[in-house]
């Protein structure tokens, strides 16, 4: 079906695992009778909503295994002239860095609730990134056949939490069976409220942001919603509303409802706030220029890649969504700075796991290529070449905290091991690998255990590795806490030719998690421009491994300022190392710091056990933010802790609560480790090292 930008819906349904997203995609898939791709309708029959089997967003065997999905999946309904996009997220705290970097493909957030389990930390989490990259957001609650719920106390903890500007658009009614609209039908009953306030309360929201609508509402005390269709986009856009609605993919409660909203109110890729994208120029980070991508289907090509899925067998897939321009098969289309263009041989959409093969992709679409190796996360493909050095406004992830050293199984496969993880790296933004100088180990890190366990997994089935693992490993990391210079000359004169390199340059703290800055500051050319990369490239050997401890550094701004070349004998080598060591010159004046990661805490459990709990909490340096009451007689307590605190908590914890207790983390940021701890850290890494 040929469309245009105007006839699409991008849609990211995000919120806490096993929320009941991957259900509702296919629940959502069936009732618009789209053709399941992979497997096929597998006769579970009847309603069959709730079944995960017949599944197109969740395919893969270790999600059903894990029972949680890993990945994002996109897939695609065309209902009314529409072509509704779904991006379903995982949810699993271990796996939302996979949910994160899929929000710059949609234009709505859809954050779905439990409405058993109510607001979950993923829940806020999603709320609010979302609403920081000026995205739509719906609020879906599900499971609305749950005996025993609650929801109309849902939905005033929903408008307590994130704003009054919370609104249902419908209305459970005749005992969750159904639904009643309030907003373009609003008659009927609903079990709680009344459809008529509801509706009242959506109207008074949408005229507010338009003058003149506001005055035709108040002069006739009710207005057409079919005529308020800007005003209703301008309210999603300005986060001035957020309409709430209810299904059950169980039932099939409020599903089509639900497709209708998609369609008729959620806004077009044209309609809501668009990207912001930032053009470079090399070497001069001063010159950089904000820039907005036009969804004209006329100008040049910009996509941002968002996913990237390597299989053994199908190769590497890149998906991307498109914002300007149209991505044409057979076009040929450039990946972030690389000089060199591929051609589009084939261009795909993905409905699960199916690759469908389409002539062209129009602003708003979302695409993918597969088999060109040197496309990566969070590139950008444009087709020409003066739009190179373009990226996307930073993309917040988690950060990957929690390590496991592993070694393969069999002697002589280390460098397979590493090439099959730097696949997997390139799958997961939230997956790290280092090779350790302290100690040359291999070192992968992830954001919890189940992320690094789901790893090991893919790597015994798709690419039949076994590997050896050691306890986990605490991603501490470096940084400097004072403004420092540093400064090295670089002169070998051995025999024939001789190297020749001097650097000048000032270190400086960032704030955290701002990683590392490079700055050129170098005037009349005393350093030679084709020498800076070298210079840089220095600076980032010696971050691999800090003064403290030997781990990696960060949130580090280095300015060159100042050097000296020669004619014949400054050459790349010289300067890498003039780089190199005038970075470690400076950073031991800059008073080095050791960090450590500290995750944000759940844990629930017996209310009877909470005293405990908190004391113990307290006693590993946690801080403890809040606490709540759960259902029956559980309790919930929520707060901050080093991860280093957490070793073997599980255990201590099933024993404290008699198995009742549980938690989930999520990294929250890093903080200086006690000085004590620093100086015993800085003292085993002295021992190591000097026994080497
Ligand atoms: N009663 C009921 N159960 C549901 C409904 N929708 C989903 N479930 C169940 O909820 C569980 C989790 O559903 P999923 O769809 O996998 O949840 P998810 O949000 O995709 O989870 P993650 O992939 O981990 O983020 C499954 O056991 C489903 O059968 C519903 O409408 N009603
Ligand atoms: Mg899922």
Known sequence: MPYSTEAIRNIALV????????TLVDTLLQAAGTSRGHGGNNGSGGNGAAERTNMVAGYDPLERKYRHSLFTTPSYIDYRDVRIHLLDTPGYPDFIGQAISALPAADTAAVVIDAQSGIEMMTSRMMELAGARGMCRLII???????????????????????RECLPINLPAAGAHEVADCFFQPDGDADFSTVAAAHRALMDQVVEVDAAFMETYLDQGDIDPEILHAPFEQALRE?????????????????????????????NPAECNPPVFYQDTPGQPQARKRIHAVPDPAQHVLAHV???????????????????????????????????PFRVSHLYKLQGKEQIEVQQGVPGDICAVARIDDIFYDAILHDAAEDAHIHLEPIPLPQPIYGLSIEPRKRGDEQRLWDILQKLCAEDPCLRVDRMMSTGETVMSGLGELHLRSVLDRMTEMYKTEVITHPPKIAYRETIAAVAEGHYRHKKQSGGAGQFGEVFLKVEPLPRGSGFEFVDAVKGGVIPRQFLPAVEKGILQAMEAGPVAGYPMQDVRV???????HSVDSKEIAFIVAGRKAFRDAVMKARPLLLEPVVSIEVTGPEENMGDITADLSVRRGQISGMRRGHGDSALVSGLIPLSELNGYQSRLHSSTAGRGGY???????????????????GQYKEVADEA
Do not use: N
Not at 664 to 682: C, G, K, L
């Open 15 to 22: 919120g806490h695992g096993g929320c009941g997203k991957t």
């Open 141 to 163: 609650i599900s499971k609305i056949d749950t005996p025993g719920i609650d929801l109309p106390a849902l939905v005033l903890r929903i408008q307590e939490l994130f704003g």
């Open 239 to 267: 986060g001035h509303l957020i309409p709430v609605c209810f299904v059950s993919a169980q039932t099939g409660a409020g599903i089509a409802q639900l497709l209708d909203i998609f369609a008729r109110l959620m806004p």
């Open 306 to 340: 968002f996913r990237i899925a390597a299989d053994p067998y199908v190769g590497k897939v890149g998906m991307f969504r498109i914002h300007q321009g149209t991505v044409r098969r057979d076009g040929t289309l450039y990946i972030g700075d690389q000089r060199k």
């Open 559 to 565: 300015t060159v300022h100042d050097g000296k070349s």
């Open 664 to 682: 989930t983390i999520s990294f929250s940021h890093y903080e200086a480790v006690p000085p004590a701890m620093q100086q015993r850290m800085a």
